[in-house]
């Protein structure tokens, strides 16, 4: 089990351009999550998805915020415009509906200058 | 939403000392987490354990759901057990929400 991938690791961008960051969960999960994880505001829960419905995008931040997941093996998580404010490190998680231990990938660093 | 609150926020510790981590909520939870972030960024799932005990080596987390807390437990602590550890809870669903963190340094 190769666990849940994020990509890229890092991503470095300026300010107005398109980000697009990539998450895999563990096969035979139904439950996708993505966080975000500041200094300032710590682990964020942005959306969740049951298979491959979003359930919960409140914390989803502003319009600029979009995810979806068009299958049980691939999520995307993208900003547009991106904005220095939006720096952070940005996980992705997996479970399935008979064991609700979180499993979290690597993350992937986003810097936005 | 539920609060969740993490004491100590700041811990260190000498090379095989035990340790004690709280997280009190203030609502009713149906799912609780222990998670342990490595100084390279890795968050790792040690416990879901939304009530009672469970025991993994040197670690053990005890839920009390009634009295709205959960406490970790660290014997024999271990310089790789530096890190922060965080407290998830959920009060319905899936909407797991993760408190600020106790910050742990075991001294060599």
């Given at each position: 089990?190769?666990?849940?991938?994020?990509?890229?690791?890092?991503?470095?961008?300026?300010?107005?351009?398109?980000?697009?960051l990539?998450?895999?969960?563990?096969?035979?999960?139904?439950?996708?999550f993505?966080?975000?994880?500041?200094?300032?505001?710590?682990?964020?829960?942005?959306?969740?998805?049951?298979?491959?419905?979003?359930?919960?995008?409140?914390?989803?931040?502003?319009?600029?915020?979009?995810?979806?997941?068009?299958?049980?093996?691939?999520?995307?998580l993208?900003?547009?415009?991106?904005?220095?404010?939006?720096?952070?490190?940005?996980?992705?998680?997996?479970?399935?509906?008979?064991?609700?231990?979180?499993?979290?990938g690597?993350?992937?660093?986003l810097?936005?200058? | 939403?539920?609060?969740?609150?993490?004491s100590?926020p700041?811990?260190?510790?000498?090379?095989?000392?035990?340790?004690?981590?709280?997280?009190?909520?203030?609502?009713?939870v149906?799912?609780?987490?222990?998670?342990?972030q490595?100084?390279?960024?890795?968050?790792i799932?040690?416990?879901?354990?939304?009530?009672?005990?469970?025991?993994?080596?040197?670690?053990?987390?005890?839920?009390?759901?009634?009295?709205?807390?959960?406490?970790?437990?660290?014997?024999?602590?271990?310089?790789?057990?530096?890190?922060?550890?965080?407290?998830?809870?959920?009060?319905?669903?899936?909407?797991?929400?993760?408190?600020?963190?106790?910050?742990?340094?075991?001294?060599?």
């Amino acid at each position: 089990d190769a666990g849940v991938i994020q990509s890229p690791r890092h991503e470095v961008t300026e300010m107005g351009q398109e980000v697009t960051l990539r998450c895999k969960p563990i096969s035979g999960h139904d439950y996708l999550f993505w966080y975000r994880q500041t200094m300032m505001r710590g682990l964020e829960l942005l959306i969740y998805f049951n298979n491959n419905v979003p359930i919960d995008d409140s914390g989803m931040p502003e319009d600029r915020f979009s995810a979806k997941m068009p299958n049980a093996s691939f999520s995307t998580l993208k900003i547009q415009p991106s904005e220095p404010r939006d720096s952070a490190v940005y996980f992705c998680a997996s479970t399935g509906s008979s064991n609700y231990g979180y499993t979290f990938g690597s993350g992937t660093r986003l810097t936005v200058v | 939403g539920i609060q969740v609150e993490q004491s100590p926020p700041d811990l260190i510790l000498q090379e095989g000392a035990n340790s004690t981590l709280r997280c009190n909520f203030s609502d009713s939870v149906n799912n609780l987490q222990w998670f342990h972030q490595n100084p390279w960024g890795q968050l790792i799932n040690l416990f879901y354990i939304p009530s009672g005990t469970k025991q993994n080596g040197r670690l053990s987390a005890t839920t009390v759901a009634t009295e709205r807390y959960s406490l970790l437990y660290i014997s024999s602590s271990q310089t790789t057990d530096s890190g922060v550890y965080f407290c998830a809870v959920a009060t319905g669903g899936f909407k797991t929400i993760f408190g600020a963190g106790t910050r742990l340094f075991v001294k060599a």
